[in-house]
């Protein structure tokens, strides 16, 4: 059982959040007086860290492979009884035009710098038009931009169908101007099954020679290095800047790229993305093997508040709150909803 903490907060600086849409638009907004909640600190502080957003090759060597099984603790996980399914888009009322509401999102927040490594999770996402319902890892002072490049790897599953879902790189150039200056590498594959029903093992794999994405532990797509594909510079070799693990849900306003969002889709109650487990590997540049280092099974009533933090401030359509994460049932529970007003 892991040792959990009461939640204060700690004020982060303003920052910068992007996605990006298959219409080419960038979809960056301004965040307004953002706050990561972390009880392991006694005092409010001012830290300037921030959240966000292929090439074909040979699947990865034995040596590519995590030393610790994992099909044996799927197996097990996928057998056990699943929580109530989030409240399904077709079954919504309609939006009173007199009552204006808030939507609501949140974002777990890793405190843990990565430098390569293999990251999973085990998760049910969620999907309804508008709606991204996310796995990524973030270069934090990214969304600074003038002297800092921006680094990001995602995963997505977009609200347009919970039947595709996108796998991106997002990197920037230093020192350049902001306008048109990230590069992104989308690509949307088909999941084969709906995303949002039932739980399966996403995964990226990033090493300094490949970046990868996995569905239910089979690689979808391989980016390896020297390749740049045409693009402004080697993606692969450019991400190469310490990156945190973080997972969010929120609403977008770029409907060529995730479908319309009408409010309706909220009407009968939150969408959740349930997170089962998250585990972690290392990976050694030198053997060139990642290494078991740590798992999060979620079973206590808290997050492990020295591993997590949860993030508070507006991206797109929605304001990210604490309250909407939440431990409960063995699994971290992301919730997008409204309030009228």
């Given amino acids: 059982m892991k040792k959990l903490f009461l939640t204060v907060a700690v004020v982060f600086s303003g920052m910068m959040i992007s996605a990006c849409s298959d219409d080419g638009s960038d979809n960056s907004v301004q965040a307004v007086d ?3 909640v972390d009880s392991n600190s006694s ?11 292929s090439v074909s090759a040979d699947p990865a060597s034995s040596a590519d492979t995590p030393a610790t099984p994992v099909s044996s603790v799927d197996a097990a996980l996928s057998s056990a009884a699943l929580p109530v399914d989030p409240v399904s888009s077709s079954s919504v009322a309609p939006v009173d035009p007199n009552v204006s509401y808030t939507y609501y ?8 710098q990565f430098l390569y490594g293999r990251f999973e999770a085990r998760m049910k996402m969620l ?17 600074l931009l003038g002297d800092e490049p921006w680094n990001e790897i995602d995963i997505e599953v ?10 991106n790189l997002i990197t920037r150039e230093p020192d350049v101007d902001k306008k048109n200056a990230k590069i992104t590498s989308e690509t949307k594959p088909e999941f084969g099954f709906h995303a949002s029903e039932d739980f399966h093992l996403y995964g ?14 089979v690689e979808i797509r391989r980016d390896v290095i020297g390749n740049p594909d045409n693009r402004k510079h080697d993606q692969v070799a450019f991400i190469n800047q310490e990156q945190s693990l973080r997972f969010n849900v929120w609403i977008s306003g770029s409907t060529g790229w995730v479908g319309k969002f009408t409010g309706e889709e909220l009407a009968a109650g939150p969408q959740i993305q ?13 053997s060139k093997a990642f290494t078991f280092k740590w798992q999060d099974d979620f079973d206590g009533d808290d997050l492990d508040w020295d591993r997590w933090a949860r993030g508070n401030w507006e991206m797109e359509k929605v304001m990210y709150r604490p309250e909407n994460l939440v431990v409960k049932d063995g699994m971290a529970q992301m919730i997008l909803d409204r309030e009228a007003y």
């Fill in 204 to 217: 990226i794999v990033w090493t300094p020679e490949y970046i990868a994405w996995e569905i239910d532990s």
């Fill in 105 to 112: 999102g949140t974002e777990l927040t890793g405190k843990e």
């Fill in 43 to 53: 005092a409010d502080q001012s830290v300037p860290v921030a959240p966000a957003s």
């Fill in 274 to 286: 349930y997170i089962d487990y998250v585990r972690v590997y290392t990976y050694d540049t030198t």
């Fill in 127 to 143: 999907s309804f038009p508008g709606s991204v319902s996310s796995m990524f890892l973030y270069y934090d002072p990214s969304y």
């Fill in 34 to 36: 953002p706050v990561v």
């Fill in 158 to 167: 977009l609200g347009k169908t919970d039947t595709i879902w996108q796998a």
